[in-house]
C-alpha cells in the first residue's frame, strides 16, 4: 500500500470541497472540512467496500445523514475511483444533471445508499437498513450476510425529532451493526449550537441502550480506536467526534460562516496555504490519489471471497436469496391472490376494508412469510396488518416478521425505506391516515427515491367514528395523492382490496399507499377479471341501462353510497353508471383514450368521496357536482356523521337531479 500522511489524504477531501463549493458559489463546505478527518479514518481503514462494485451486497452501507455536506461524499467517491464520478462531476457540483447535486441522491449517483437532506431522515433510513442485515443474517448465516451500516450525523440530524424515534428503536433491538459518527462541532445555520440546545447527546443515546463517547473527532488515532470498539459493541454506537466546523479556514472555521455558504476567494487561499494545499483548483497530489485509490479497491478481495461463499450455496437457496435482492416476487404470489380472489366471489366478506386486508395479507403471508415483513406503529390490533402466524420481531428474535415500531409513525417510514433499499424484504408498516402528517418526510422521499414501500393507512374517513376530527383524515388523500411517483389506492370492497395489495406487492419503484376503512362495508364486486380493473385507477362498475346522462365516481366507503345513489336514479327514470375510482391519480394517469373511455361522456358528473374535493374536478370539470367534505369531521356514530355531513345517496341523487335542470 502506498504510505501517504493521514492528514494529506484528510486535506484532499477538504481541498476538493472548498474548491466545489466556490465553483458553484453555493454549498456547504463546513462539514467536509471538519469531518474529513472521521470519513479518512472510517475509509481507510474500516469500511468494507469495492469502488468497483458500489452495489456488492455484502458491503458496508455508508449514510451521509448530513446530506447538506454532500461534498464530503462526492470527494469520498472520486478519490476511491468510483468509476462515474469523475473531476468533471465534481467541477459541475449543483448543477443541472450533474451526478452531484445540493444533496445525496441515491437514484442518481452510484455509491449513494439513500437520499439524505431533509435532517434525520438519513440516521432513521440507516435503522432500517441495520434492521435488515439483522433479520437476512438470521436467515442465511453470517458467511452470506455480515456488515456494518455507519453514519455521519450533524446536531441538526439529533435536533429532528425523528433522530429520538429512530435511535429509540436501534437500541430496543440491539442494532449493534449500526455505528453512528457524530460530527459534534457545535455550530448550526443560526449560529453555537447553544442558543438552542442543551443536550448531552452521549447521555441521551446511553438512555436510549446505546454504547457512546465523546472523542476528539481530529484525532485520527482516536477516531480510529473507537470505531475498533464500537465493532465489538454488543449494542448500537453513537461516537461523539468534537470537530470544529470549517477546519482550516483562517477566519470562518467554527462558526456559522463556514456552514451553508462558499469561503470566498481569500478565505478558501488562506485555509489551503494553512493546510498546506495547492492553491491550484481541483488537484490532488499523485500520491495521495494513488493512496485513495488503493483504499477504494482495497475491498475487492473481500467482495471475491464473498462470491465463492455464495456459489458454495445450494443452488435454490442462492436463487432464492438473490431473487429477494432484486425485489422479485414469488412465483406462487400471484396464485395465492388469484386463489383468495376466487374464495370472495364464493363467499363474499363484507367487512371493513381494514378486515379484508387482513384475508389478503393471510394469503400473501402464505406466499412469501420470510419476506413479507410487516409492522404497526403501535396499532396493531387496529390496522389488522399482522398475518396469524408471523411471530415478533426483536432482539432475540430477529426471524420474526412483524415489527412492533411503538408509537413513532416518522421513525416507521424512515425505517421502512431503509429496509428496501438494503434488499431483501418487501416491507408495509400501518397507522391511521391521519397520522401521515407526522411521517409525511419519509413518506415523500419514499416517492423522490422510488422505494417499493407499502403503506397501509386504515380509519380512512369520518366513518372512523367516534373519535372526531382530530382523528378524521379530510385533506390527507389531496395532500397524499400530490406527491409525485406515490399511489394512493382507496379501495371499495374485499376483491378492490386483494387487486391493490396485488398491485402494491408489485410495484419496485415507487411507493404505495392503501388506504383502509373502519367500517363494514358490502362486497360490490362480483367478477375478478385477469387484468386486475384496480390497475386501470378506475372502471365502470355498474354500467347504464341505456345512454348515461349521469356518471356516479366514488372510491373506497362511498362506492357503496354510489351504487345507492345509481338504483334511486333509475327508479326516477334516469339512466346513469358507476364508477369505482380506487386510485384517482393513477386513473390521471392513464392514456388519454383509455381514461376518456373510463370517465365517459355524460353530461352530469358526480364524484362522491368522504374527504375534501381537490384533485377531482380533473375527472368531473370545475361544473361537476361534488359530495363530500367541505371542513373538519365530528365526533359521532359513524352512520349518523355520513348523514350529518350530507354524504348520502339522496344527496347525490338530488344533486344530480338539479344539475340536470
Known amino acids: 500500500m502506498t504510505q501517504v500522511d493521514h492528514t494529506r489524504m484528510a486535506n484532499a477531501i477538504r481541498g476538493l470541497a472548498m474548491d466545489a463549493v466556490e465553483k458553484a458559489k453555493s454549498g456547504h463546505p463546513g462539514l467536509p472540512m471538519g469531518a474529513a478527518d472521521m470519513a479518512t479514518v472510517l475509509f481507510t481503514q474500516f469500511l468494507k467496500f469495492d469502488a468497483a462494485d458500489p452495489t456488492w451486497p455484502d458491503?458496508?452501507?455508508?449514510?451521509?445523514?448530513?446530506?447538506?455536506?454532500?461534498m464530503l461524499l462526492y470527494a469520498l467517491l472520486y478519490l476511491t475511483?468510483?468509476?462515474?464520478?469523475?473531476?468533471?462531476?465534481?467541477?459541475?457540483?449543483?448543477?443541472?444533471?450533474?451526478?452531484?447535486?445540493?444533496?445525496?441522491?441515491n437514484f442518481?449517483?452510484?455509491?449513494?445508499?439513500?437520499?439524505?437532506?431533509?435532517?434525520?431522515?438519513?440516521?432513521?433510513?440507516?435503522?432500517?437498513?441495520?434492521?435488515?442485515?439483522?433479520?437476512?443474517?438470521?436467515?442465511?448465516?453470517?458467511?452470506?450476510?455480515?456488515?456494518?451500516?455507519?453514519?455521519?450525523?450533524?446536531?441538526?440530524?439529533?435536533?429532528?425529532?425523528?433522530?429520538?424515534?429512530?435511535?429509540?428503536?436501534?437500541?430496543?433491538?440491539?442494532?449493534?451493526?449500526?455505528?453512528?459518527?457524530?460530527?459534534?462541532?457545535?455550530?448550526?445555520?443560526?449560529?453555537?449550537?447553544?442558543?438552542?440546545?442543551?443536550v448531552d447527546q452521549v447521555k441521551r443515546f446511553k438512555s436510549a441502550g446505546w454504547a457512546a463517547e465523546l472523542i476528539d473527532g481530529q484525532d485520527q488515532a482516536a477516531i480510529a480506536a473507537a470505531i475498533t470498539r464500537a465493532q465489538k459493541s454488543s449494542k448500537p454506537t453513537m461516537i461523539a467526534c468534537r470537530t470544529t466546523i470549517g477546519y482550516g479556514a483562517p477566519t470562518k472555521a467554527g462558526t456559522a460562516k463556514a456552514h451553508?455558504?462558499?469561503?470566498?476567494?481569500?478565505?478558501?487561499?488562506?485555509?489551503?496555504?494553512?493546510?498546506?494545499?495547492?492553491?491550484?483548483?481541483?488537484?490532488?497530489?499523485?500520491?495521495?490519489?494513488?493512496?485513495?485509490?488503493?483504499?477504494?479497491?482495497?475491498?475487492?478481495?473481500?467482495?471475491?471471497?464473498?462470491e465463492g461463499r455464495l456459489g458454495e450455496m445450494g443452488p435454490r437457496k442462492r436463487a432464492e436469496f438473490e431473487r429477494r435482492l432484486r425485489h422479485e416476487r414469488p412465483a406462487g404470489l400471484a396464485k395465492a391472490l388469484k386463489d383468495h380472489k376466487k374464495a370472495l366471489l364464493e363467499k363474499p366478506l363484507n367487512v371493513a376494508t381494514r378486515k379484508s386486508s387482513e384475508a389478503a395479507i393471510e394469503a400473501i403471508y402464505a406466499a412469501m412469510p420470510m419476506e413479507f415483513l410487516a409492522g404497526s406503529a403501535d396499532l396493531t390490533g387496529s390496522n389488522n396488518n399482522k398475518a396469524k402466524e408471523a411471530t415478533s420481531f426483536t432482539a432475540k428474535t430477529p426471524k420474526g416478521r412483524f415489527v412492533h415500531y411503538g408509537v413513532r409513525e416518522h421513525g416507521m417510514c424512515a425505517a421502512l425505506n431503509g429496509i428496501f433499499l438494503h434488499g431483501g424484504?418487501?416491507?408495509?408498516?400501518?397507522?391511521?391516515?391521519?397520522?401521515?402528517?407526522?411521517?409525511?418526510?419519509?413518506?415523500?422521499?419514499?416517492?423522490?427515491?422510488?422505494?417499493?414501500?407499502?403503506?397501509?393507512?386504515?380509519?380512512?374517513?369520518?366513518?372512523?367514528?367516534?373519535?372526531?376530527?382530530?382523528?378524521?383524515?379530510?385533506?390527507?388523500?389531496?395532500?397524499?395523492?400530490?406527491?409525485?411517483?406515490?399511489?394512493?389506492?382507496?379501495?371499495?370492497?374485499?376483491?378492490?382490496?386483494?387487486?391493490c395489495w396485488e398491485l402494491a406487492l408489485n410495484r419496485i419503484d415507487g411507493p404505495t399507499i392503501l388506504v383502509l376503512s373502519r367500517q363494514n362495508l358490502p362486497q360490490l364486486r362480483t367478477s375478478a377479471p385477469a387484468d386486475n380493473p384496480c390497475s386501470h385507477g378506475g372502471y365502470e362498475l355498474v354500467a347504464a341501462q341505456g345512454e348515461a346522462k349521469v356518471s356516479l365516481f366514488a372510491t373506497g366507503s362511498e362506492v357503496e353510497i354510489a351504487v345507492a345513489a345509481q338504483k334511486q336514479l333509475t327508479e326516477r327514470g334516469i339512466a346513469s353508471r358507476v364508477v369505482s375510482v380506487p386510485s384517482l391519480e393513477l386513473l390521471l394517469a392513464q392514456p388519454d383514450d383509455k381514461k376518456a373511455a373510463i370517465i365517459g361522456n355524460a353530461p352530469v358528473k358526480i364524484a362522491i368521496e368522504a374527504a375534501v374535493r381537490w384533485g377531482w374536478d380533473a375527472v368531473i370539470g370545475i361544473d361537476g357536482g361534488f359530495v363530500g367534505m367541505h371542513g373538519f369531521g365530528e365526533s359521532g356514530p359513524a352512520k349518523e356523521l355520513y348523514k350529518h355531513f350530507g354524504i348520502t345517496a339522496e344527496a347525490a341523487v338530488e344533486l344530480a337531479v338539479k344539475k340536470l335542470g
Open 81 to 105: 475511483g468510483n468509476n462515474e464520478m469523475t473531476l468533471d462531476q465534481i467541477k459541475n457540483f449543483r448543477q443541472v444533471d450533474s451526478l452531484t447535486p445540493g444533496h445525496p441522491e
Open 425 to 499: 424484504f418487501a416491507p408495509n408498516g400501518a397507522t391511521f391516515l391521519c397520522f401521515t402528517d407526522y411521517a409525511r418526510g419519509a413518506i415523500r422521499l419514499s416517492a423522490l427515491m422510488g422505494t417499493g414501500v407499502v403503506y397501509v393507512m386504515t380509519h380512512d374517513s369520518i366513518g372512523l367514528g367516534e373519535d372526531g376530527p382530530t382523528h378524521q383524515p379530510v385533506e390527507h388523500l389531496a395532500a397524499l395523492r400530490a406527491i409525485p411517483n406515490m399511489r394512493v389506492f382507496r379501495p371499495c370492497d374485499a376483491v378492490e382490496t386483494a387487486e
Open 108 to 198: 442518481r449517483t452510484k455509491g449513494i445508499e439513500t437520499t439524505t437532506g431533509p435532517l434525520g431522515q438519513g440516521i432513521a433510513t440507516a435503522v432500517g437498513m441495520a434492521v435488515a442485515e439483522k433479520m437476512l443474517q438470521a436467515e442465511y448465516g453470517k458467511k452470506i450476510v455480515d456488515h456494518h451500516t455507519y453514519v455521519i450525523a450533524s446536531d441538526g440530524d439529533l435536533m429532528e425529532g425523528i433522530s429520538q424515534e429512530a435511535i429509540a428503536l436501534a437500541g430496543v433491538w440491539k442494532l449493534n451493526k449500526l455505528i453512528v459518527l457524530y460530527d459534534d462541532n457545535g455550530i448550526s445555520i443560526d449560529g453555537p449550537t447553544s442558543i438552542s440546545d442543551s
Open 59 to 70: 458491503r458496508d452501507r455508508f449514510v451521509l445523514s448530513a446530506g447538506h455536506g454532500s
Open 260 to 306: 451553508g455558504e462558499a469561503l470566498g476567494a481569500e478565505e478558501l487561499k488562506g485555509a489551503k496555504e494553512k493546510l498546506g494545499i495547492s492553491l491550484e483548483p481541483f488537484s490532488v497530489p499523485g500520491d495521495v490519489l494513488k493512496a485513495w485509490r488503493e483504499a477504494g479497491s482495497r475491498g475487492a478481495n473481500s467482495r471475491t471471497e464473498w
